[in-house]
């Protein structure tokens, strides 16, 4: 498929300049001293983000992940190394970035979408639609100077995701702004996903990173300490500060994070009610087999599942605490077996994630989340999410009708 962005050693150098002196005296003590500071804000990064991508950006403040997603949009230019993007880009990069204060929503609307190259035709052909979304339309006509950071944000995304962008960069939108908004940003972003368009997006949320991305990369002081599943990405990302000694970011500490390999999930099998068959007819019966390893006795262990559709929404969490099937003790190879006599769900295809943790869920041992799925095809032309079983039953009555 090929990357859609290239990032190849990168890195982004500033002068931060110091206050300037105040009196003749402290001009000249001070006269030898340099009147700046040299400061790296990206060391060397090495990153691709492949065509129809998700990919987080994690890290503290000042990590560098904004100053990645400026340069990637344009905004900056590196000091050394060198990005290629292949097709059209949209960034929301911050609230109202790109907007001019003393022009009108509607005015800026205009000269946003020119600039990624819209003609007037094509704009008035999305305009509608961007004020809709938006939900600003009263003040559609006032000077965005006088936009709360809530509206400004609305006008943003919309702009952003009505250009049709082959490319998304977001940063740190989804954290503003009210609920309704936040989700109504959110199920566009899903709906970019599912038509194959690549996203890159920072956040602070290491939930919302693990729940809407194929892949994390962690940024420290401006270099990239880690890539991969985003699970994994910010378990490493953690790890790497403790052995620094350096006090753990609140976006980390999340109980899912503190993972101890006393056990390891080697494997999960999904199996299908006959051997060879790839998929389940709705409310047919479903086991699910988690192989682990447990090389010494663990005697804290609970074993859980849950299953989620395309859209993310949990379908079902449960345990072997909520099963009452809890297995005392571990060691060695085994097997858990979670054993659904019905999966009661129409066509689809649902993603599996397992989790090996404590009772308290103080530890977590290991987790596997969206690799392994279960695909739902119907003989039937019933629609919807779930398989109720369901019969009609018509009664007529023998008497004629008078007319």
């Given amino acids: 498929m090929g990357a859609a962005i290239e990032i190849e050693r990168v890195s982004k150098h500033f002068r931060l300049n110091h206050a300037r002196a105040d009196s003749l005296k402290e001009r000249v003590v001070n006269w030898r001293k340099p009147s ?53 880009i949209a960034a929301l990069l911050e609230l109202g970035s790109g907007f001019h204060g003393d022009l009108t929503g509607r005015e800026n609307i205009y000269m946003n979408a020119s600039i990624l190259g819209f003609s007037r035709k094509d704009i008035d052909r999305i305009f ?36 049709e962008p082959e490319i998304l960069l977001v940063d740190e939108v989804l954290s503003v702004g009210d609920e309704a ?37 962690v940024l420290d002081h401006g270099q990239l300490v880690a890539v991969g599943e985003p699970g994994e990405a910010a378990l490493a990302f953690r790890e790497y500060l403790q052995h620094k000694g350096v006090e753990v970011p609140k976006e980390l500490e999340d109980p899912q994070l503190r993972r101890n390999l006393r056990i390891e999930i080697t494997d999960v099998d999904v199996q299908y009610p006959e051997p060879g068959r790839t998929h389940l007819a709705p ?11 447990a090389p010494e006795i663990v005697d804290d262990v609970v074993f859980s599942i849950a299953i989620h559709d ?39 295809i649902y993603s599996v994630d397992i989790g090996l943790h404590s009772h308290d869920v103080g530890v977590i041992y290991d987790q596997r989340a969206e690799k392994d799925t279960v695909k739902v095809v119907s003989a039937g032309r019933t629609v919807g999410l779930v398989d109720f079983p369901v019969r009609a039953r018509i009664v007529s009555s023998s008497t004629p009708i008078a007319h």
Avoid at 64 to 76: D, E, F, P, R
Avoid at 336 to 347: A, W
């Fill in 310 to 348: 395309q859209d993310g929404r949990m379908l079902l969490g449960t345990n072997t605490d909520y099963t009452g099937d809890d297995p005392g003790f571990v060691e060695g190879n085994g097997t858990c077996t979670f054993i659904f006599e019905r999966f009661p769900v129409l066509d689809g």
């Fill in 181 to 217: 908004f936040q989700r109504k940003c959110l199920e566009r972003i899903k709906r970019f996903q599912r038509e194959g368009r690549t996203i890159l997006l920072v956040s602070h949320a290491v939930d919302l990173v693990r729940r809407i991305c194929d892949r994390a990369a």
């Fill in 283 to 293: 409310s047919e019966p479903l086991r699910v087999e988690v192989h682990f390893c």
């Fill in 128 to 163: 509608d639609e961007v004020v809709a979304f938006s939900e600003i339309e009263d003040f559609i006509d006032n000077q965005v100077k006088h936009y709360s950071s809530g509206m400004a944000a609305r006008l943003g995304f919309a702009v952003a995701v009505n250009v």
């Fill in 36 to 88: 700046y500071e040299e400061f790296w804000a990206l060391r060397d990064v090495t990153l691709h983000v492949d065509q129809g991508e998700t990919l987080g950006l994690l890290g503290h403040n000042g990590s560098g992940k904004s100053t990645l997603l400026k340069c990637v949009a344009g905004i900056m230019r590196p000091t050394e190394g060198r990005i290629t993007k292949r097709g059209r």
